[in-house]
């Protein structure tokens, strides 16, 4: 057989497909991070009919060239929450009235096999726009972030998505010279605000689009 690891997980992915829609999120299949673009650009967002968008933390949207590509969509108001150039007062505003877009794209730290979406984050806009505010949300999921369980879901947080995220921002906590979650109290702190999202509210509201790639943290 021809690609054996992903055939593997091609499987394992269609079965996680099957669950999370379950739990009532809509669920798309990508074999790489090109078809993924795709998907996003030519299937689901001409399906919601947005005018507006924003996004959160994610370098799987990154790699997938989706922010330059959105950002270039014709008749969609952007409020790019990336932009380095802007002051931090303005950032926030940003991240404030991103919760309020019509399209809202992002990732997730964790899923589980029981079809759970878990994330952990800093300031809380990610979480916050997941959970209520933005009419749609896309979660870009590589399948490294597949997990049993809760309970493996929060080990990966806290054990390896939070250090290599705090490692990368060049931030001054402990795990970043440790590699293990201290329960810091540091005020550069990335852990603060957790979320297990167990259902789509409206049903179909989350997108997620699952990518037979490794991508992000």
């Known amino acids: 057989m021809d690609k054996p690891f992903d055939h593997y997980w091609q499987l394992r992915l269609s079965d996680l497909k099957e669950t999370l829609e379950a739990n009532n999120f809509e669920v798309f299949l990508a074999d790489n991070k090109e078809q993924a673009c795709k998907l996003v ?4 967002i001409p399906g919601i009919g947005a005018k507006s968008v924003s996004w959160g933390g994610s370098m799987t949207f990154v790699a997938t060239g989706l922010y330059e590509k959105v950002k270039a969509l014709p008749g969609l108001e952007v409020i790019d929450t990336y932009d380095r150039s802007i002051p931090r007062e303005e950032a926030t505003e ?25 994330n ?10 997941i959970i209520f505010g933005p009419r749609n949300v896309i979660l870009l999921i590589g399948r490294n972030k597949v997990v049993p369980d809760l309970e493996d879901a929060m080990l990966r947080v ?3 998505t939070a250090p290599v995220n705090a490692m990368r921002l060049d931030m001054q906590t402990p ?3 440790t590699s293990f979650c201290e329960e810091c109290k540091s005020p550069s702190r990335i852990c603060n605000t957790w979320t297990i999202t ?20």
Request: glycine share 8%; proline share 2%.
């Open 41 to 44: 650009l030519e299937r689901i």
């Open 94 to 118: 940003r991240r404030r009235r991103a919760l309020l877009v019509d399209l809202y794209i992002t990732g997730t730290n964790a899923v589980t096999e029981t079809g759970k979406l878990v």
């Open 120 to 129: 952990l984050d800093m300031t809380g806009n990610r979480v916050a726009s």
């Open 158 to 160: 806290k054990n390896f």
């Open 175 to 177: 795990c970043v010279s």
């Open 198 to 217: 167990e259902k789509s509210f409206p049903k179909g509201r989350i997108k997620i689009v699952l990518i037979n790639e490794d991508l992000g943290i």
